[in-house]
């Protein structure tokens, strides 16, 4: 990855420690109920350096998608798909709520290029394109997620679609992706820029990731950001120093600000030595209950908890020394306090390039949803920018309003059936390079949506549904 910066030169590793982050204060934002979960660990070893409710459940938002990543990745190491197959898009792909690409049912995107498109946009619609096209159907992919996360020992976790879209079945902890953020590393090596891709380019359209980690914060590589008004703002952050990966998860921030000021501040901490080791995450006992809802101070009250948790913060920080006035601020001035050493400017990242389309002379499968037969659309970049239109819930999403369909235990997860509008047969395809995939009929059933838009004046908060 390469990038440019306006403080060149800068150690802002430094500049993070010296303004002495408070998280006693970070917590307090939560309160009493469940302080905010976050967890350092070495990924070479699998040992816990600092955790904090690393094993409250939580919502994970879409740091889903580090499992939809890992599930699509053992299917191409199975020899199920190749990372060249183009995969469709359906219609209930792009019904998804943004984040998205915007793409038109009938698209073709490789499998390459949606897993790009997913870690730097955080698409949802092309989550779930991954999801049909590597088996069939979001359901019998979520299958395989929850297959995929009890052998991790990912012991909260509970998966019902790719892209974390609301739903308070979706549940995971700071332990559980931590340990997914090490095994994407460990398992699939060969695939670790994927996580590091700092912008991309669509045609005309360059698209910088979200991770505000990466540019900033020396070592940076990776992973992904999440966020939704039950669950804040989440973050999965990697850095190597001196050959040396570490993993840093913060659940449940106010702001993107914040979470990248405290995952600076954890990182900083267990690179300097300044931890308590906890052995393997793996080992972390269990916590128990049900993940708190972040709606009300994140979305609703969303000014007061920021401006309050920052107060505190800036109350606790040491005034930076004239050695690092190579910084500027807006004013030509030098950054003095953390929030604006989290304000500085956005890295010029050299994009990489994506496109849209089977690679140049395909002649393999296509990999789609069982029994679509939508024809294929060509892209055209003039048409194909719906990808932030106003929010609507996911087909089927179940309410997130607090008081309302409170999520099963962890135990007992099983989603209530739902009077179907209709039955559609369907036919499930694996796709493959050069191999005939066999069909079989199912039925499907759809289920009505319980999600309900959000009231007025959370709109404008509520706009970007996740990251």
């Known amino acids: 990855m390469r990038f440019g910066i306006a403080c060149r030169g800068m ?26 979960p976050s967890i350092v660990i070495d990924v070479a070893s699998g040992d816990t350096l600092y955790q904090q409710n690393a094993t409250q459940p939580w919502f994970p938002a879409s740091l889903s998608k580090l499992m939809t990543v890992f599930v699509a990745l053992k299917a191409e190491r199975e020899g199920r798909i190749t990372m060249n197959t183009p ?50 159907s979001v359901e019998a992919f979520a299958d395989e997620m929850n297959a995929s996360a009890a052998a991790l020992g990912m012991h909260e976790s509970h998966f019902v679609n790719p892209n974390g879209l ?113 052995g393997p995450a793996l080992a972390l006992a269990a916590t128990g209950g049900e993940p708190p809802d972040m709606h009300e101070g994140v979305c609703r009250h969303r000014g007061k908890s920021v401006a309050s948790i920052t107060a505190e913060i800036e109350d606790m920080s040491a005034p930076l020394p004239s050695a690092f006035g190579q910084a500027r601020g807006s004013e030509g001035s030098s950054p003095s306090t953390v929030a604006e050493i989290a304000s500085l400017p956005r890295p010029a990242f050299d994009p990489i390039p994506v496109f849209v389309g089977p690679v140049p002379g395909w002649n393999g499968p296509i990999a789609r949803a069982n029994g679509d037969s939508t024809p ?34 962890a135990k007992h997860r099983i989603a209530k059936a739902t009077k179907p509008d209709k039955k559609t047969t369907v036919s499930k395809a694996t796709a493959a390079d050069g191999k005939d995939a066999k069909a079989r009929s199912t039925v499907v059933k759809p289920v009505k949506s319980a999600a309900h838009a959000p009231k007025a004046k959370a709109k404008a908060a509520a706009a970007k549904t996740d990251e």
């Open 11 to 36: 150690n802002l590793s430094s500049l993070f420690t010296r303004a002495g982050f408070a998280i006693a204060a970070f917590a307090a934002f939560v309160g009493s109920s469940a302080a905010t």
């Open 87 to 136: 995969m469709m898009v359906s219609a209930r792909a792009a019904s998804m709520a943004p984040s998205k690409m915007g793409f038109r049912p009938g698209t073709l995107v490789t499998l390459d290029n949606a897993l790009k498109m997913l870690m730097v946009k955080s698409a949802n619609d092309l989550a779930v394109t991954i999801a049909e096209g590597v088996s069939g």
């Open 166 to 278: 609301p739903d308070p079945r979706q549940i995971s902890s700071a332990r559980d992706m931590a340990v997914l953020g090490r095994a994407l590393y460990v398992y699939f090596p060969e695939h670790a820029d994927l996580f590091d891709i700092g912008a991309m380019k669509l045609g005309n359209r360059v698209i910088p990731t979200h991770n505000g980690m990466l540019g900033r914060y020396p070592g940076a590589d990776g992973m992904k950001t999440g966020f939704t008004c039950a669950a804040g703002f989440n973050l999965v952050a990697s850095a190597t120093q001196n050959g040396r990966r570490l993993i840093a998860v913060v659940l449940g921030a106010p702001s993107a600000k914040t979470r990248t000021m405290l995952a600076a501040s954890l990182l900083d901490k267990a690179f300097a030595g300044n931890v308590t080791r906890s």
């Open 376 to 409: 294929i659309q060509a892209y055209s970049e003039d048409k194909d920018e719906a990808a932030d239109a106003p929010l609507k819930p996911a087909p089927d999403a179940q309410s997130m309003r607090k008081g309302r369909h409170r999520a099963a235990p």
